[in-house]
């Protein structure tokens, strides 16, 4: 009986010795952070997803973009991630202290998107590569995503937001392609992903 006590009492202790480990103590410390104030501006970071943002990453979820996007950028010496122009600086864990998901992602077919948001500020830039990738470059593997606009007929003057294509892809004479309201959201998400601000645990890099 002390020995089946025993060993009970051993395999508890090891998986609460997990649970604390595992779940407890990332849990607690994570819920602890706070957003950093820059010494010189005042300005603090991260500020967080607007409304059409937050609603953009639900979509970013719901399309399964994570799994061939990352949102994490390397240290420079564990991996080619600066060099790439993909960050200036690591990614910590106070820069996903807002998400209600982090989209840590996979695998890298694509490039990585934490700050994509800086790298492409045209709102119609991301429109034409989710509406026909291949408009970019012949070489991408990446799927079109044309059930996130709509080919309607120009009422008036055309919209801000028309797709802007051109040969095959291009839309009937007197018709234009928008983004549907997902497809907006979606973009909104893309645009607000700028890791770009400092934070004292994460320095930008030097050569």
Known sequence: MNKITGLFCGIFFLFG???LGLVAFPYLTFAALRQ???DATG???PLGNPGAA???ARVYAANGCFYCHSQYVREKDEG???DRKWGTRRTVARDYMYDQQVFLGTTRLGADLSNVGVRQTDPQWFYR???NPRTMSHQVSMPAYRWLFETREIQGQPSVDAVK???AIAPPSGNEVVPTAEGKALVEYLLSLKKNY???EAPEATE
Do not use: H
């Open 17 to 19: 010795l997990s649970w």
């Open 36 to 38: 950093s104030k820059d």
């Open 43 to 45: 300005a603090l970071a």
């Open 54 to 56: 937050a609603q953009g």
């Open 80 to 82: 080619n991630d600066i």
């Open 129 to 131: 590569i989710l509406y």
């Open 165 to 167: 294509l051109e040969g």
């Open 198 to 200: 400092p934070l004292p």
